[in-house]
């Protein structure tokens, strides 16, 4: 026989709730200071060439891979490269030390936009297959991108090379000559302007109805070694470079 279970206590009862404290006002967070910020860069900043973004991208890669796809030479100089490579028919030295362009004897320092093409070449010439110069000339519209690109604001200079040597053809073939062009046909020149870029440049003289026109073409394969604005600034430069010997 099961024992009878014994008889549940009673319950306890619960101990009276303590009044609840009153809560601490919360502090107010403290509010940082804004940060200062970063002062935009200056005019001179934009135009200073040392500090162009180009040299990073050059540091970035080596040197002997850079004078074997462009053409370059390449020695130390402080522990820092100097790439030389002839440009316009004469050497022109990048020192990564100082990022800066040395012109050759006889030769004026160049503008910044020259100088800029002579990096984005170098860059361009180390960062993708670089084949070579392609032994055949295409007009601007019909590189990759040329036809939209050209136009406007990037339309090439012949307008200025056709003012200036309009009526003076034989003053062209003496200034392209001094810049190492050869001759491509009747008024058509050819040069090697950097060692893996060729421009061919035409002029038609003006006559007693039509003004001077002046146009260019390029070697098949520039879009290797140069992107289409510094095409743009390289075909400015030997413009403007042709026309400062006229006379000369």
């Known amino acids: 026989m ?30 940082l200071p804004p940060s200062e910020p970063s002062p935009p860069p200056t005019q001179d900043d934009k135009l ?54 040395v012109s050759p004897p006889g030769r004026p320092e160049l503008a910044r936009q020259a100088k800029i093409v002579l990096l ?5 010439s180390a960062s993708g297959p670089a084949p070579g110069l392609a032994g055949r000339e295409l007009a601007p519209a019909a590189l990759p991108g040329g036809a939209l690109f050209f136009r406007k604001y990037h339309e090439l200079p012949g307008a200025p090379l056709a003012e200036a040597f309009g009526g003076a053809p ?9 810049v190492g062009a050869e ?9 090697r302007v950097l060692p893996c870029v ?22 098949a394969n520039v879009c290797y070694y140069l992107p289409l604005d510094a095409l743009f600034g390289l075909t400015c430069s030997l413009a403007d470079f042709l026309i400062s010997l006229k006379g000369s």
């Open 198 to 219: 060729e421009i061919y440049w035409y002029l038609v003289p003006a006559d007693e109805e039509f003004p001077a026109e002046a146009r260019y073409n390029f070697d």
């Open 2 to 31: 099961t024992p009878p279970l014994p008889p549940s206590q009673p319950s306890l009862p619960s101990p009276p709730s303590q009044p609840s404290q009153p809560s601490q006002p919360s502090q107010p967070s403290q509010t």
């Open 183 to 191: 001759s491509a046909g009747t008024l058509a020149w050819k040069s």
């Open 48 to 101: 200073d060439f040392s500090k162009h973004l180009l040299w990073d991208d050059l540091a970035a890669l080596d040197p002997q891979t850079v004078a074997e796809k462009s053409g370059a030479a390449a020695a130390l100089e402080d522990g820092f490269p100097v790439y030389t490579l002839d440009f316009l028919g004469a050497p022109y030295a990048l020192r990564a030390s100082s990022r800066s362009a």
């Open 120 to 124: 984005a070449y170098l860059v361009a």
């Open 170 to 178: 034989e003053e062209l073939d003496r200034a392209s000559r001094a």
